[in-house]
Protein backbone atom coordinates (compact mmCIF):
# COMPACT_ATOMS: atom_id res chain seq x y z
CA UNK A 1 0.00 0.00 0.00
CA UNK A 2 1.03 3.33 -0.77
CA UNK A 3 0.12 6.19 1.88
CA UNK A 4 -2.80 7.31 0.31
CA UNK A 5 -3.87 3.42 1.19
CA UNK A 6 -3.65 2.50 -2.47
CA UNK A 7 -2.31 -0.79 -3.71
CA UNK A 8 0.99 -0.70 -5.80
CA UNK A 9 1.56 -2.07 -8.45
CA UNK A 10 3.11 -4.92 -6.77
CA UNK A 11 0.25 -5.56 -4.59
CA UNK A 12 -2.03 -5.12 -7.21
CA UNK A 13 -0.53 -8.40 -8.63
CA UNK A 14 -1.78 -10.11 -5.81
CA UNK A 15 -5.59 -9.01 -5.90
CA UNK A 16 -8.33 -10.43 -8.08
CA UNK A 17 -10.76 -8.92 -10.54
CA UNK A 18 -13.23 -9.19 -7.85
CA UNK A 19 -11.22 -7.53 -5.35
CA UNK A 20 -10.37 -4.81 -7.69
CA UNK A 21 -13.39 -4.11 -9.37
CA UNK A 22 -15.24 -4.35 -6.22
CA UNK A 23 -12.33 -1.71 -4.36
CA UNK A 24 -12.73 0.71 -6.96
CA UNK A 25 -16.67 0.97 -6.67
CA UNK A 26 -15.81 2.61 -2.73
CA UNK A 27 -12.95 5.03 -4.15
CA UNK A 28 -13.68 8.13 -5.34
CA UNK A 29 -12.85 8.48 -8.91
CA UNK A 30 -9.15 10.17 -8.87
CA UNK A 31 -8.16 7.12 -6.52
CA UNK A 32 -9.60 4.74 -8.87
CA UNK A 33 -8.03 6.37 -11.53
CA UNK A 34 -4.90 5.68 -9.77
CA UNK A 35 -5.99 2.79 -9.09
CA UNK A 36 -6.20 1.80 -12.98
CA UNK A 37 -3.09 3.17 -13.81
CA UNK A 38 -1.45 0.62 -11.22
CA UNK A 39 -3.22 -2.39 -13.10
CA UNK A 40 -0.66 -4.49 -15.31
CA UNK A 41 -1.59 -3.83 -19.21
CA UNK A 42 -2.85 -6.93 -19.61
CA UNK A 43 -5.49 -7.03 -16.60
CA UNK A 44 -6.81 -3.66 -17.46
CA UNK A 45 -9.31 -4.47 -20.30
CA UNK A 46 -10.50 -6.53 -18.14
CA UNK A 47 -11.59 -4.39 -15.70
CA UNK A 48 -12.53 -1.71 -17.75
CA UNK A 49 -14.95 -3.87 -19.15
CA UNK A 50 -16.35 -5.07 -15.32
CA UNK A 51 -16.19 -1.35 -13.81
CA UNK A 52 -19.49 -0.06 -12.56
CA UNK A 53 -21.50 2.12 -15.64
CA UNK A 54 -21.95 4.75 -12.69
CA UNK A 55 -17.99 5.39 -12.32
CA UNK A 56 -16.45 4.07 -15.98
CA UNK A 57 -16.69 7.49 -17.97
CA UNK A 58 -15.36 9.50 -15.30
CA UNK A 59 -12.87 6.87 -13.49
CA UNK A 60 -11.26 5.73 -17.39
CA UNK A 61 -10.92 10.00 -18.18
CA UNK A 62 -8.65 10.76 -15.04
CA UNK A 63 -6.64 7.19 -15.35
CA UNK A 64 -5.61 8.66 -19.04
CA UNK A 65 -3.50 11.33 -17.54
CA UNK A 66 -0.50 10.01 -15.05
CA UNK A 67 0.07 10.90 -11.75
CA UNK A 68 3.24 13.25 -13.24
CA UNK A 69 1.09 16.17 -14.29
CA UNK A 70 -1.85 17.90 -13.21
CA UNK A 71 -4.64 15.39 -14.78
CA UNK A 72 -3.72 12.95 -12.76
CA UNK A 73 -3.99 14.96 -9.49
CA UNK A 74 -7.62 16.47 -10.23
CA UNK A 75 -11.10 15.53 -8.90
CA UNK A 76 -14.03 15.61 -10.56
CA UNK A 77 -16.82 16.10 -8.19
CA UNK A 78 -17.12 19.89 -8.12
CA UNK A 79 -19.71 22.53 -8.66
CA UNK A 80 -20.58 24.22 -11.93
CA UNK A 81 -23.11 27.16 -12.61
CA UNK A 82 -24.11 28.72 -15.85
CA UNK A 83 -23.26 32.74 -16.08
CA UNK A 84 -27.06 33.48 -16.73
CA UNK A 85 -28.27 31.74 -13.77
CA UNK A 86 -30.00 33.91 -11.17
CA UNK A 87 -28.19 34.15 -7.70
CA UNK A 88 -31.22 32.75 -5.68
CA UNK A 89 -31.77 29.89 -8.40
CA UNK A 90 -27.85 29.50 -8.08
CA UNK A 91 -27.97 29.35 -4.52
CA UNK A 92 -30.56 26.30 -4.07
CA UNK A 93 -28.92 24.58 -6.56
CA UNK A 94 -25.64 24.53 -4.76
CA UNK A 95 -27.55 23.29 -1.50
CA UNK A 96 -28.71 20.45 -3.91
CA UNK A 97 -25.33 19.52 -4.48
CA UNK A 98 -24.61 15.89 -3.20
CA UNK A 99 -20.96 14.73 -4.91
CA UNK A 100 -19.43 17.75 -5.10
CA UNK A 101 -16.30 18.27 -2.49
CA UNK A 102 -17.17 21.77 -1.80
CA UNK A 103 -20.29 23.93 -2.44
CA UNK A 104 -18.76 27.11 -0.98
CA UNK A 105 -16.78 28.08 -4.56
CA UNK A 106 -18.35 27.65 -7.49
CA UNK A 107 -16.80 27.52 -11.15
CA UNK A 108 -18.78 29.41 -14.04
CA UNK A 109 -18.89 27.45 -17.53
CA UNK A 110 -20.69 28.02 -20.99
CA UNK A 111 -22.32 26.01 -22.96
CA UNK A 112 -19.31 24.25 -24.34
CA UNK A 113 -17.85 23.88 -20.12
CA UNK A 114 -15.18 26.26 -21.06
CA UNK A 115 -14.34 28.02 -17.68
CA UNK A 116 -15.61 31.58 -17.32
CA UNK A 117 -14.81 32.39 -13.96
CA UNK A 118 -15.76 31.37 -10.13
CA UNK A 119 -18.08 32.57 -7.68
CA UNK A 120 -18.14 31.99 -3.97
CA UNK A 121 -21.42 30.87 -2.12
CA UNK A 122 -20.87 34.02 -0.16
CA UNK A 123 -21.06 36.39 -2.70
CA UNK A 124 -24.00 34.53 -4.26
CA UNK A 125 -26.12 34.60 -0.59
CA UNK A 126 -25.03 38.77 -0.40
CA UNK A 127 -26.48 39.28 -4.09
CA UNK A 128 -29.63 40.69 -4.38
CA UNK A 129 -32.13 38.18 -5.75
CA UNK A 130 -32.67 38.92 -9.58
CA UNK A 131 -28.67 39.29 -9.79
CA UNK A 132 -27.02 36.62 -11.96
CA UNK A 133 -24.50 34.93 -11.65
CA UNK A 134 -22.58 36.66 -14.66
CA UNK A 135 -22.60 39.48 -12.69
CA UNK A 136 -21.14 39.01 -9.27
CA UNK A 137 -18.75 36.29 -10.56
CA UNK A 138 -14.33 37.01 -10.78
CA UNK A 139 -13.40 36.59 -13.87
CA UNK A 140 -10.02 36.38 -13.15
CA UNK A 141 -9.35 33.04 -12.33
CA UNK A 142 -6.00 31.38 -12.47
CA UNK A 143 -6.69 27.77 -13.63
CA UNK A 144 -4.13 24.72 -14.43
CA UNK A 145 -3.88 23.68 -17.32
CA UNK A 146 -4.28 19.52 -17.56
CA UNK A 147 -0.98 18.82 -18.51
CA UNK A 148 1.15 20.96 -15.68
CA UNK A 149 4.10 18.84 -14.04
CA UNK A 150 2.22 18.13 -11.00
CA UNK A 151 4.09 19.45 -8.46
CA UNK A 152 3.75 22.77 -10.15
CA UNK A 153 0.26 22.84 -9.75
CA UNK A 154 0.62 21.56 -6.21
CA UNK A 155 3.01 24.79 -5.88
CA UNK A 156 0.72 27.17 -8.00
CA UNK A 157 -2.49 26.32 -5.59
CA UNK A 158 -0.38 26.64 -2.21
CA UNK A 159 1.08 30.54 -3.29
CA UNK A 160 -2.26 30.99 -4.43
CA UNK A 161 -3.45 31.15 -1.16
CA UNK A 162 -6.85 29.55 -2.18
CA UNK A 163 -8.53 25.95 -1.33
CA UNK A 164 -9.34 24.78 -4.73
CA UNK A 165 -8.00 25.62 -8.64
CA UNK A 166 -9.64 24.65 -11.24
CA UNK A 167 -7.86 22.28 -13.81
CA UNK A 168 -8.47 22.98 -17.81
CA UNK A 169 -7.62 21.25 -21.14
CA UNK A 170 -6.38 22.39 -23.91
CA UNK A 171 -9.60 24.34 -25.33
CA UNK A 172 -10.09 26.17 -21.93
CA UNK A 173 -12.80 23.49 -20.64
CA UNK A 174 -13.61 22.51 -17.27
CA UNK A 175 -12.20 18.61 -16.83
CA UNK A 176 -11.82 19.03 -12.65
CA UNK A 177 -10.21 20.99 -9.60
CA UNK A 178 -7.07 20.77 -7.45
CA UNK A 179 -7.54 20.63 -4.23
CA UNK A 180 -5.05 22.20 -1.30
CA UNK A 181 -5.55 18.68 0.33
CA UNK A 182 -4.22 16.82 -3.41
CA UNK A 183 -1.69 19.29 -3.58
CA UNK A 184 0.03 19.16 -0.31
CA UNK A 185 0.02 15.40 -0.63
CA UNK A 186 1.74 15.71 -3.81
CA UNK A 187 4.28 17.42 -2.30
CA UNK A 188 4.35 15.35 0.57
CA UNK A 189 5.21 12.56 -1.60
CA UNK A 190 8.11 14.36 -3.64
CA UNK A 191 9.67 15.40 -0.17
CA UNK A 192 9.63 11.48 1.20
CA UNK A 193 11.05 10.18 -2.26
CA UNK A 194 13.90 12.50 -1.32
CA UNK A 195 14.69 12.53 2.44
CA UNK A 196 11.87 10.46 3.91
CA UNK A 197 11.84 13.02 6.91
CA UNK A 198 7.87 14.47 7.44
CA UNK A 199 6.61 11.13 8.79
CA UNK A 200 9.05 10.54 11.41
CA UNK A 201 8.36 14.39 12.09
CA UNK A 202 4.73 13.94 12.43
CA UNK A 203 5.44 11.00 14.85
CA UNK A 204 3.62 8.12 12.99
CA UNK A 205 6.48 7.35 10.60
CA UNK A 206 5.47 3.78 9.58
CA UNK A 207 1.80 4.59 10.22
CA UNK A 208 -0.44 3.86 6.95
CA UNK A 209 -3.82 4.88 6.20
CA UNK A 210 -5.44 1.53 6.56
CA UNK A 211 -3.50 0.53 9.05
CA UNK A 212 -4.76 2.68 12.42
CA UNK A 213 -7.56 1.39 13.35
CA UNK A 214 -11.11 3.43 13.57
CA UNK A 215 -10.38 4.02 16.93
CA UNK A 216 -7.50 6.01 16.91
CA UNK A 217 -7.84 7.26 13.97
CA UNK A 218 -11.31 8.60 15.18
CA UNK A 219 -9.23 10.11 18.76
CA UNK A 220 -6.65 11.61 16.15
CA UNK A 221 -9.41 13.46 14.49
CA UNK A 222 -11.82 14.31 17.00
CA UNK A 223 -10.50 16.92 19.41
CA UNK A 224 -9.79 18.86 16.62
CA UNK A 225 -13.11 18.61 15.21
CA UNK A 226 -14.88 19.13 17.77
CA UNK A 227 -12.92 22.31 19.20
CA UNK A 228 -12.60 23.97 15.69
CA UNK A 229 -16.68 23.61 15.51
CA UNK A 230 -16.79 25.28 19.05
CA UNK A 231 -14.52 27.89 17.28
CA UNK A 232 -16.35 28.43 14.83
CA UNK A 233 -18.95 29.81 16.68
CA UNK A 234 -17.78 32.58 18.37
CA UNK A 235 -17.80 34.23 14.64
CA UNK A 236 -21.47 34.11 14.61
CA UNK A 237 -21.57 35.37 18.47
CA UNK A 238 -18.88 38.06 17.64
CA UNK A 239 -21.35 39.41 14.95
CA UNK A 240 -24.05 39.35 17.71
CA UNK A 241 -22.39 41.19 20.43
CA UNK A 242 -21.52 44.15 17.51
CA UNK A 243 -24.96 44.73 15.96
CA UNK A 244 -25.42 48.09 17.53
CA UNK A 245 -21.85 49.20 15.48
CA UNK A 246 -23.09 47.89 12.81
CA UNK A 247 -26.57 49.39 12.97
CA UNK A 248 -24.73 52.64 13.75
CA UNK A 249 -22.16 52.26 10.84
CA UNK A 250 -22.81 50.04 7.82
CA UNK A 251 -19.87 50.38 5.93
CA UNK A 252 -17.96 48.31 8.32
CA UNK A 253 -20.32 45.25 6.74
CA UNK A 254 -18.86 45.72 3.77
CA UNK A 255 -15.39 45.83 4.58
CA UNK A 256 -15.94 42.27 6.70
CA UNK A 257 -15.69 39.81 3.58
CA UNK A 258 -12.14 41.80 2.87
CA UNK A 259 -11.02 40.99 6.37
CA UNK A 260 -11.66 37.60 6.34
CA UNK A 261 -10.68 36.79 2.53
CA UNK A 262 -7.15 39.00 3.27
CA UNK A 263 -6.57 37.32 6.17
CA UNK A 264 -7.20 33.52 5.23
CA UNK A 265 -5.15 34.16 2.07
CA UNK A 266 -2.26 35.87 4.04
CA UNK A 267 -2.38 32.56 6.64
CA UNK A 268 -3.05 29.99 4.09
CA UNK A 269 -0.36 31.05 1.70
CA UNK A 270 2.43 31.74 5.01
CA UNK A 271 0.67 28.40 6.44
CA UNK A 272 1.56 26.00 3.20
CA UNK A 273 4.90 27.35 2.29
CA UNK A 274 6.03 26.85 5.83
CA UNK A 275 4.62 22.94 5.84
CA UNK A 276 6.45 22.76 2.46
CA UNK A 277 9.34 23.58 4.06
CA UNK A 278 9.09 21.83 7.33
CA UNK A 279 8.61 18.36 5.08
CA UNK A 280 11.54 19.09 3.00
CA UNK A 281 13.35 19.24 6.50
CA UNK A 282 14.84 23.04 5.64
CA UNK A 283 12.31 23.99 9.05
CA UNK A 284 12.62 22.33 13.01
CA UNK A 285 11.69 23.43 16.13
CA UNK A 286 15.09 24.65 16.50
CA UNK A 287 14.70 27.12 14.17
CA UNK A 288 11.05 28.72 15.32
CA UNK A 289 12.28 32.28 16.11
CA UNK A 290 14.33 32.54 12.99
CA UNK A 291 10.23 31.66 11.24
CA UNK A 292 8.75 34.10 13.16
CA UNK A 293 11.03 36.93 12.44
CA UNK A 294 10.90 36.39 8.93
CA UNK A 295 7.34 36.04 8.57
CA UNK A 296 6.60 39.12 11.01
CA UNK A 297 8.88 41.35 8.81
CA UNK A 298 6.81 39.83 5.77
CA UNK A 299 3.41 40.54 7.34
CA UNK A 300 4.05 43.89 8.21
CA UNK A 301 5.52 44.80 4.42
CA UNK A 302 2.35 43.01 3.67
CA UNK A 303 -0.12 45.17 6.22
CA UNK A 304 1.51 48.30 5.60
CA UNK A 305 0.23 47.28 1.26
CA UNK A 306 -2.99 46.58 2.33
CA UNK A 307 -3.57 49.44 5.03
CA UNK A 308 -2.69 52.13 2.15
CA UNK A 309 -4.79 49.73 -0.51
CA UNK A 310 -8.23 49.97 2.27
CA UNK A 311 -7.07 54.09 2.64
CA UNK A 312 -7.41 55.00 -0.43
CA UNK A 313 -10.77 52.27 -1.39
CA UNK A 314 -12.75 53.77 1.82
CA UNK A 315 -11.29 57.40 0.68
CA UNK A 316 -12.03 57.35 -2.58
CA UNK A 317 -14.19 54.42 -3.75
CA UNK A 318 -16.96 54.68 -0.35
CA UNK A 319 -20.51 56.39 -0.46
CA UNK A 320 -20.22 59.19 2.31
CA UNK A 321 -24.13 59.42 2.37
CA UNK A 322 -24.30 57.22 4.98
CA UNK A 323 -21.49 58.27 7.48
CA UNK A 324 -22.89 59.67 10.81
CA UNK A 325 -22.28 63.64 11.05
CA UNK A 326 -19.80 63.23 13.73
CA UNK A 327 -17.25 60.77 12.27
CA UNK A 328 -15.64 61.66 8.22
CA UNK A 329 -15.32 58.88 5.37
CA UNK A 330 -11.05 59.68 6.29
CA UNK A 331 -11.43 58.56 9.93
CA UNK A 332 -13.28 55.45 8.46
CA UNK A 333 -10.52 54.36 5.82
CA UNK A 334 -7.84 55.29 9.16
CA UNK A 335 -9.73 53.12 11.35
CA UNK A 336 -10.44 49.99 8.78
CA UNK A 337 -6.89 49.99 7.35
CA UNK A 338 -5.61 49.70 10.76
CA UNK A 339 -7.86 46.91 11.49
CA UNK A 340 -6.77 45.20 7.96
CA UNK A 341 -2.95 46.09 8.83
CA UNK A 342 -3.18 43.75 12.32
CA UNK A 343 -4.94 41.11 10.50
CA UNK A 344 -2.74 40.53 8.25
CA UNK A 345 0.17 40.29 10.57
CA UNK A 346 -1.12 38.61 13.04
CA UNK A 347 -2.55 35.95 10.02
CA UNK A 348 1.10 35.43 9.31
CA UNK A 349 2.02 34.33 12.66
CA UNK A 350 -0.78 32.41 13.03
CA UNK A 351 -0.08 30.53 9.43
CA UNK A 352 3.57 30.08 10.84
CA UNK A 353 2.62 29.27 14.50
CA UNK A 354 0.38 26.48 13.77
CA UNK A 355 2.41 23.94 11.63
CA UNK A 356 5.08 24.85 14.07
CA UNK A 357 3.00 23.94 17.38
CA UNK A 358 2.15 20.95 15.35
CA UNK A 359 5.69 19.68 15.01
CA UNK A 360 5.93 20.52 19.21
CA UNK A 361 2.93 18.34 19.75
CA UNK A 362 3.83 15.57 17.60
CA UNK A 363 1.40 16.00 15.29
CA UNK A 364 0.79 15.90 11.42
CA UNK A 365 1.25 19.87 10.40
CA UNK A 366 -1.52 19.28 7.78
CA UNK A 367 -3.65 17.45 10.17
CA UNK A 368 -4.04 19.70 12.33
CA UNK A 369 -2.67 23.12 10.68
CA UNK A 370 -5.50 22.87 7.80
CA UNK A 371 -8.43 22.82 9.10
CA UNK A 372 -7.61 24.65 12.19
CA UNK A 373 -6.29 27.61 10.21
CA UNK A 374 -9.49 29.19 8.33
CA UNK A 375 -11.43 28.78 11.46
CA UNK A 376 -9.25 30.65 13.55
CA UNK A 377 -8.17 33.64 11.19
CA UNK A 378 -11.82 34.11 10.69
CA UNK A 379 -12.82 34.31 14.71
CA UNK A 380 -9.48 36.02 15.27
CA UNK A 381 -9.92 39.07 12.18
CA UNK A 382 -13.82 39.70 13.12
CA UNK A 383 -12.83 40.09 16.61
CA UNK A 384 -9.57 42.25 16.06
CA UNK A 385 -11.72 44.01 13.15
CA UNK A 386 -14.56 45.04 15.40
CA UNK A 387 -12.38 46.11 18.45
CA UNK A 388 -10.43 48.15 16.67
CA UNK A 389 -12.64 50.65 14.41
CA UNK A 390 -15.24 50.82 17.22
CA UNK A 391 -12.18 51.82 19.32
CA UNK A 392 -11.22 54.21 17.22
CA UNK A 393 -14.41 55.61 15.86
CA UNK A 394 -15.94 55.58 19.45
CA UNK A 395 -19.35 53.71 18.06
Same mark, same amino acid.
Given at each position: ??????????????? #?????????????????????????? +?????????????????????????? *??????????????? =????????????????? $?????????????? &???????????????????????????????????? $????????????????????????????? #??????? +?????????????????????????????????????????????????????????????? =???????????????????? *????????????????????????????? &?????? $???????????????????????????????????????????????????????????????????????? *?????????????? *???????
Amino acid at each position: MNPTGIPTKQGVGDL #SDDDIVGLIDTLQPDEGARLMRALPS +RRRGTIRARIANAHRDEILTLSDYPE *TVAGGLMNSHYADLA =ADTRCSDAVRQLAAEEH $AETIYIAFVVDADR &RLRGSVSLRDLLRAPKEATVGEVMEHDVTAVPVAMP $AEDASRLLSRSGRAFLPVVDDDGRLTGIL #SFNDAFA +RLEEEAAEDMQRFAAIAGSGDARYFDVSLWSDFLRRAPWILSLAIVGLMAGYIVHVYEDALD =ALVILALYMPMVADTGGNVG *TQTSGLLIRAIATGEVSLGRSAAVFWREA &RIGLML $AAMLFAFALLKVTFLSNGADVPAHLTLHMIALAIGIAIAVQVLVSALIGAGLPLAALMLRQDPAVMAGPALT *TVVDVTGLLMYFMI *TTAILGI
